[in-house]
């Protein structure tokens, strides 16, 4: 640990565990961004103290503004991420005894969580302009699970079990706020993935076809099935079809918060189980002596999640996989056919047929 951490850390003793870590979270990006160590970067902070032209002591601040731009405008993540990242790099400085020359100005403005919800159609929206079945199948899944994207990232086929038809359920620890989280999605993230799985069995250009498919990442990168997508990239890809589509107000939590507006229950409980909220030790009794009304609760809820009349996969796309299945149909059938005629033409099977003949 480099002494710059160090001092902070310790500075930081009496906050809780989470928000340490939260914290060490959003240094480590800022300092992977701007290409430095938080070492050197209280070197260059304590050297700019030393000039005696105030224009040439803002240096870092302006490092960290430029962060701050390029996680909204570029990664597209939401305004209160930015504003943690603010904190969190703030606070590292001032614990090392040089504050930032930064106050309320400095602090990104925009939709924060909670205050941007898309509506269903925009959901719907969101979901056609996604371009790959990939990004379709997880960009529901986002909307049905209610989940936060560094959680459904980490997914595998494998933690998915069919709880019934068309509806599968899931449990995790949530990387955030190490809460169990037990949920669901329902009919429209499954019809998407099981044509986005139909397609990883049978392989890509890039991707050949996978045969221990349960073990691999339920979104993975393009080219490698045992790697999962990065949050980041998730983010801003999703960013950029909001953007394109011009929903200025919209951001890509906005599908968590989706989730939570239209799933309406009486006991909170329920709803902060199902996508992973902390509860208190009273809830969490309560919810052990009523575990089975989860999934009741969920799929009461599934038309309020609904965004499509219709099946999510387009006709045409259907039309290509019928058409798909049907040359590999006949690929194998023909082979089997060749197959057969080999050995009907083999000497081996001549000889043995007329031996046959000849005992009869």
């Keep these: 640990m480099q002494d710059s951490v160090r001092v902070w850390m310790d500075g930081l003793s009496n906050r809780a565990e989470g928000t340490r870590r939260n914290y060490l979270e959003h240094l480590e990006r800022f300092c992977e961004y701007v290409g430095k160590t938080p070492d050197e970067l209280r070197q260059m902070k304590w050297l700019e103290n030393q000039s005696e032209k105030p224009w040439e002591r803002n240096e870092v601040e302006n490092l960290v503004r430029a962060y701050l731009s390029h996680l909204e405008r570029v990664e597209g993540l939401s305004c209160s991420y930015a504003q943690g990242a603010f904190y969190a790099i703030r606070s590292c400085f001032i614990k090392n005894g040089m504050p930032l020359n930064m106050d309320g100005n400095d602090m990104p403005e925009g939709v924060s969580f909670g205050s941007a919800v898309p509506s269903s159609d925009q959901v719907r929206q969101i979901v056609d302009a996604a371009g790959t079945l990939r990004y379709r199948a997880l960009i529901l899944f986002l909307k049905d699970s209610g989940l936060r994207i560094s959680d459904v990232v980490r997914f595998k086929w494998g933690d998915l079990?069919?709880?019934?038809?068309?509806?599968?359920?899931?449990?995790?620890?949530?990387?955030?706020?190490?809460?169990?989280?037990?949920?669901?999605?329902?009919?429209?993230?499954?019809?998407?993935?099981?044509?986005?799985?139909?397609?990883?069995?049978?392989?890509?250009?890039?991707?050949?076809?996978?045969?221990?498919?349960?073990?691999?990442?339920?979104?993975?990168?393009?080219?490698?099935?045992?790697?999962?997508?990065?949050?980041?990239?998730?983010?801003?890809?999703?960013?950029?079809?909001?953007?394109?589509?011009?929903?200025?107000?919209?951001?890509?939590?906005?599908?968590?918060?989706?989730?939570?507006?239209?799933?309406?229950?009486?006991?909170?409980?329920?709803?902060?189980?199902?996508?992973?909220?902390?509860?208190?030790?009273?809830?969490?009794?309560?919810?052990?002596?009523?575990?089975?009304?989860?999934?009741?609760?969920?799929?009461?809820?599934?038309?309020?999640?609904?965004?499509?009349?219709?099946?999510?996969?387009?006709?045409?796309?259907?039309?290509?996989?019928?058409?798909?299945?049907?040359?590999?149909?006949?690929?194998?059938?023909?082979?089997?056919?060749?197959?057969?005629?080999?050995?009907?033409?083999?000497?081996?099977?001549?000889?043995?047929?007329?031996?046959?003949?000849?005992?009869?």
């Excluded at 960013?239 to 011009?246: A, F, K, Q, V």
Aim: glycine share 4%.
């Design 161 to 360: 079990t069919r709880v019934e038809e068309d509806f599968y359920g899931f449990q995790i620890v949530t990387k955030k706020r190490k809460a169990p989280a037990s949920g669901f999605v329902g009919p429209e993230t499954s019809d998407a993935l099981r044509h986005y799985k139909e397609k990883r069995l049978q392989g890509t250009r890039k991707i050949p076809r996978e045969q221990k498919i349960e073990e691999h990442f339920l979104f993975c990168a393009r080219t490698q099935p045992t790697t999962a997508l990065t949050v980041s990239a998730v983010s801003k890809n999703i960013g950029d079809i909001i953007r394109r589509l011009r929903f200025t107000d919209l951001k890509p939590h906005g599908l968590r918060k989706f989730w939570e507006q239209n799933v309406q229950v009486q006991q909170p409980v329920y709803k902060k189980r199902l996508n992973g909220r902390k509860l208190t030790k009273y809830e969490a009794a309560y919810l052990e002596q009523n575990p089975k009304d989860l999934f009741m609760v969920y799929k009461a809820n599934y038309d309020n999640l609904r965004v499509f009349e219709q099946p999510v996969i387009k006709q045409d796309e259907i039309e290509a996989i019928v058409e798909r299945r049907v040359e590999e149909r006949v690929a194998y059938l023909q082979g089997e056919l060749a197959e057969v005629k080999r050995l009907l033409q083999s000497p081996e099977l001549l000889a043995h047929l007329r031996r046959v003949a000849q005992d009869e």
